[in-house]
């Protein structure tokens, strides 16, 4: 039986799980990939620290670039994160030759199209299943399974932890800074946490999702991103009361002349496949023209759901190796050049949480504002509050956002009204 080297650039959390595997199901891998798959070096900075699967010392270390120019290494798997070195090194473990698995979704989404090229003109792999929903196998979905469809929309919730807070703060009602300080003493957000709550992870995973499903460059930098900071729990309460839960969304849409690519929370009414996607679990929502509604819904990080995935696109280059066609996915994202269309001109319901003067009238000033802009309004409810105020939570119909939003200005400009509190978008 042939033997296939790994060579891996990384031992930390993702690593380690991909190293277990590799070696826990060595027999059943062999078996499907049709050749013995190994780990022959693992490079780190650290040569003393403890490590969460085992390997002879001898396979570690401290030079990257032993693994990347090393004409025993087939596969080169990196796993470090962050830009640089991980695309230098990569770049170079191309030029000599090697099949790239990465699971660096900041790297795929900023410098990826590059390195694909590059890896393309040689006509070897360049595999990112890891970078997007830990365990779940979206990209393989995308590129193989769906490659016979035109992707319409992709919806995804594909930060576990803005997921883990928002279920916090729906189950028990907490506000925001108090679970995310819980999340933090967990291990489940990190001590600087804008990546995730800010929505710059997700938005590095819709990109290049959207690369993948629409075939065209789309910059991690083009995508708008609202976090989940400004969310109470009396959005969620009221929510929860109409019927919707508030996810943090990273969308995917074709539109006329160009696509939306945008990261947001949103009011999802429970009969959508993402509402009950809770706690670390990750979700996607796929679109397409043939194939119709489908929905992947798995762990999006942890060692064992990531290193599967990574393990998956070891199989997928090893099989390609063992068949002598490696490079078999072309790369062929830039053939097209789709605008991202700015988020002013996007159209969406609102949910929207006023309070008022409990003043005769005070309804029907807000709502004739809304016609004035043309918003039309498709449920209302008002309820009386402490200190002769009402709270007004309205659900627009479909409209321009900029006009929702202008509406809201001029409302929150009423004499009647105390303050405008929310303004979330509703997916049907
Ligand atoms: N954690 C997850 O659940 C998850 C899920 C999906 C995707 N990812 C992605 O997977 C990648 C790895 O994440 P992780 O959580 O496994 O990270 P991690 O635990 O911090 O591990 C990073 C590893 O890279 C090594 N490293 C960093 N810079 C290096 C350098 N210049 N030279 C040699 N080694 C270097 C570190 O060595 P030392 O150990 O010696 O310091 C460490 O072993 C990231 O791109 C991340 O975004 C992670």
């Known amino acids: 039986m042939r033997s296939i080297n790994v060579g891996i650039l990384g031992f930390g959390t993702v690593s380690s799980g991909t190293v277990r595997i590799l070696q826990e199901n060595a027999a059943a891998i062999t078996a499907r990939v049709g050749a013995n798959v190994q780990v022959k070096r693992v490079a780190v900075r650290d040569l003393s620290k403890p490590r969460d699967a085992e390997l002879p010392a001898s396979a ?16 080169v798997v990196e796993l470090m994160g962050g830009v640089e070195p991980a695309r230098s090194l990569i770049s170079q473990a191309i030029a000599h030759g090697k099949s790239i698995v990465t699971a660096n979704k900041e790297m795929v989404a900023k410098v990826g199209h590059e390195l694909r090229q590059q890896a393309h003109d040689v006509g070897l792999d360049f595999l990112f299943e890891a970078s997007v929903g830990g365990g ?58 804008s990546a995730d709550v800010d929505g710059h992870d997700a938005r ?48 995917a849409q074709t539109a006329q002349n160009g696509i939306r690519v945008r990261v947001y929370p949103a009011l999802l009414p429970l009969t959508h496949p993402l509402a009950t996607v809770d706690g670390v679990f990750n979700a996607v929502f796929l679109r397409g023209d043939a194939v119709g509604d489908l929905t992947l819904i798995g762990r999006g990080a942890g060692a064992l759901p990531t290193g599967s995935a990574v393990v998956g696109d070891i199989a997928a280059c090893a099989r390609n190796i063992v068949a002598g066609t490696t490079g ?37 000033t807000i709502a004739t504002v809304f016609g004035d802009y043309g918003i039309s309004i498709e449920s209302v409810v008002q309820r009386a509050m402490p200190d002769e105020e009402a709270e007004i939570v309205w659900i627009t119909h479909e409209g321009r956002e900029s006009d929702v939003l202008a509406a809201l200005t001029a409302i929150h400009a009423l004499p009647v009204v105390r303050s405008v509190d929310a303004a979330i978008r509703v997916v049907a």
């Not at 570690?60 to 596969?75: G, R």
């Not at 979206?138 to 016979?148: F, K, P, Y």
């Not at 900071?229 to 996810?247: M, N, Q, T, W």
């Not at 078999?328 to 991202?340: E, F, G």
């Open 328 to 364: 078999r996915v072309p790369y062929s994202v830039a053939a097209t050049d789709t605008p991202v269309l700015p988020s002013a001109s996007a159209w969406s319901r609102y949910y929207a949480r006023v309070r008022v003067l409990d003043r005769p009238k005070a309804l029907a």
């Open 136 to 193: 779940i196998p979206v990209i393989a979905t995308l590129s193989e399974s769906l490659a016979g469809n035109r992707i319409k929309e992709i919806v995804g919730i594909v930060n576990g932890t803005t997921n883990y807070i928002l279920t916090k703060m729906t189950t028990e009602g907490a506000a925001f800074g108090k679970v995310l300080a819980e999340a933090q003493a967990l291990g489940y957000a990190e001590a600087e946490p």
């Open 60 to 75: 570690l270390t401290t030079n990257p670039e032993e693994i990347t120019t090393d004409p025993d290494i087939a596969i």
């Open 204 to 251: 590095y995973k819709i990109a290049i999702l959207a690369s993948l499903a629409f075939g065209t460059r789309v910059d991690a930098e083009a995508v708008t991103a609202e976090g989940i900071r400004h969310l109470s729990p009396r959005d969620i309460a009221v929510a929860g009361e109409l019927g919707y839960r508030i996810k943090l969304l990273a969308v």
